[in-house]
């Protein structure tokens, strides 16, 4: 096996295994570096995303909704469902066998492009502009040498001080997608992405979910207007989320969690849960690379410091993902690798981070991308809003799921689309038109002339595109 590769990427998560498959594609000799390990020592690339993240999650949130509308919704439809039950077990084994496909999948691409995968830790021994060696540490010790690097070691879940994951009471992402008994009460600490997305499983499951906030807002990134619904919509659901909390002492008994709080009123609260989940955020992970060894840089808050092309301070190393600053999503380190690779060979890659897309997958979906009509209002940007009803929409009452709306900021002058906000069935889907029309730079008006199939939940896109002119036909 070849010791001497022209790209190496540390890290085998969305960011680095798609890096690596880009730079096989453009004719380099590629190895890629992933220490992840499953259940039986094996390798299990593709990171966070894969093992403890986007792909076990959204499993989990797909097998606890049809669980919810087998017990709730199947009667308004007239199907009758008589001694239902859960098999926790099995829930969890499919998850399981989900995430396996996705390793196994990443495994085959690996040898379809010829990219060479090391399984271990793979750190930096020493290297300049001439190239780098680096030392992978796996079931063996071995050294390869590079002339381009690429870090993309991902990000690990956060801790509250004085309340470490033991993964069996206080739980993080990986935890959080294993338990093995439905709690009877469980706490989340966090309403972010990660909180809504768990705690809407182990709600609709049956747990009586208390999510703890410390900001006095309500998912303070999205579009007041869309949060405003969302937080209706999982209130009515049974989901309880009391913003504005100050954590105190998190004690972890014998077989439950102690969580002493003030509440947004300044009083002391004491809640104890049988589970505990921190999702606080997540910070980068750069441990075991000795980074500091061969002076890559790290910004103040742990982060590779890089350019806005991915650059590090090293010539020829390169950083990409949740390890660099820029949202932590799996798409985004997707796209940085991409743009990477291709940097690598002379061309252009580029990200534009006007429109990476968000998606929280709760139900109804939280989905949008670009500005916020509170970002435009800071920025002092003149423009024009449109809404529509997914009440209003003929598909979603024949999915019985009319909840939330779709919403369009456009420029007030040439109606530029500057931002799309949804709430609502589906919204993880319909928001990739307004990622092409907002790629393109369309207008409003170019979404509202555009022929969409009836009937769909895509119309309730098209009807508040004409919202923005006032001209909504269905409302
Ligand atoms: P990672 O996926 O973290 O991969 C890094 C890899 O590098 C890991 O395999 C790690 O073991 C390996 N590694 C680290 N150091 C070394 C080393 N020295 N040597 C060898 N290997 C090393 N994002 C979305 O876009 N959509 C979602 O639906 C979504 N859901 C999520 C749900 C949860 C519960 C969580 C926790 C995250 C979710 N994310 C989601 C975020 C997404 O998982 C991350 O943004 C994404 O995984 C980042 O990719 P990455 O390649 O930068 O890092
Ligand atoms: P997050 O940043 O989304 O949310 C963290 C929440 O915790 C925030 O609301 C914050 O105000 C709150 N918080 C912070 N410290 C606190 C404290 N001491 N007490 C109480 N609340 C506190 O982080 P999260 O949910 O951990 O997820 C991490 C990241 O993973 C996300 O930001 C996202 O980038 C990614 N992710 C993406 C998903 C998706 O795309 N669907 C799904 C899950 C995660």
């Not at 495994?107 to 021994?125: A, C, E, I, P, Q």
Request: proline share 3%; hydrophobic share 40%.
């Amino acid at each position: 096996m070849s010791k001497n590769f022209d790209v190496v990427v540390i890290g085998g998560g969305p960011g680095g295994y798609i890096a690596a498959i880009r730079a096989a594609q453009l004719g380099f000799n590629t190895a890629c570096i992933d220490e992840w390990k499953n259940e039986k020592g094996g390798p299990a690339p593709g990171g966070t995303c894969t093992n403890v993240g986007c792909i076990p999650s959204k499993a989990l949130l797909q097998s606890s909704e049809h669980y919810e509308h087998a017990s709730h919704s199947f009667a308004d439809h007239g199907i009758e469902v008589k001694g239902l039950g859960l098999n926790l077990e099995k829930m969890l084994g499919r998850k399981n066998t989900v995430v396996k496909q996705n390793n196994d999948g990443i495994l085959y691409l690996f040898k379809k492009n010829k990219v060479t995968f090391f399984h271990g830790r793979g750190s930096f021994v020493k290297g300049d502009a001439n190239g780098y060696e680096i030392k992978v540490a796996g079931a063996t010790e071995e050294s390869i040498t590079a002339k381009q690097v690429i870090v993309a070691t991902g990000s690990n879940a956060r801790a509250l001080p004085g309340a470490a994951f033991d993964e069996e009471l206080i739980l993080s992402n990986t935890g959080a997608l294993a338990i093995t008994e439905v709690p009877k009460k469980l706490g989340v600490i966090g309403a972010g992405v990660i909180g809504l997305e768990m705690g809407s499983v182990w709600r609709r499951l049956g747990a009586e979910v208390t999510v703890l906030e410390a900001l006095p807002t309500f998912l303070g990134a999205v579009d007041e207007q869309i949060a405003k619904e969302a937080q209706k919509l999982l209130a009515k659901q049974g989901l309880v989320v009391n913003l504005g909390v100050k954590i105190g002492d998190i004690k972890a008994g014998k077989k439950d969690v102690t969580v002493d709080y003030t509440d947004d009123k300044g009083n002391a609260q004491k809640a104890v849960f049988d589970k505990l989940i921190v999702s606080i955020g997540r910070t980068p992970n750069t441990t075991g690379l000795n980074a500091e060894g061969v002076g890559l840089k790290l910004d103040e808050r742990g982060f590779i410091a890089v350019d806005g092309e991915c650059k590090t301070n090293l010539p020829n190393v390169w950083a990409v993902g949740d390890v660099v600053r820029g949202p932590m999503l799996a798409h985004k380190a997707e796209e940085e690798g991409v743009a990477v690779a291709e940097r690598i060979a002379g061309q252009h890659g580029h990200v534009n981070f006007n429109t990476i897309p968000w998606v929280i997958y709760t139900s109804p979906e939280i989905a949008w991308v670009g500005k916020t009509e509170q970002q435009l209002k800071a920025d002092g940007v003149a423009y024009k809003a449109g809404t529509f009803p997914f009440l209003a929409n003929g598909r979603a009452r024949a999915l019985g799921d009319t909840s939330g709306m779709v919403k369009f900021l456009a420029d007030a002058t040439t109606d530029e689309i500057l931002g799309v906000h949804i709430v609502g069935p589906m919204a993880s889907e319909l928001i990739s038109e307004a990622v092409v029309a907002m790629e393109f730079r369309a207008s409003a008006e170019d979404i509202a002339r555009i022929c969409h199939a009836h009937p769909s939940l895509s119309e309730a896109t098209k009807e508040a595109a004409l919202a923005v002119d006032k001209r909504a036909l269905n409302f």
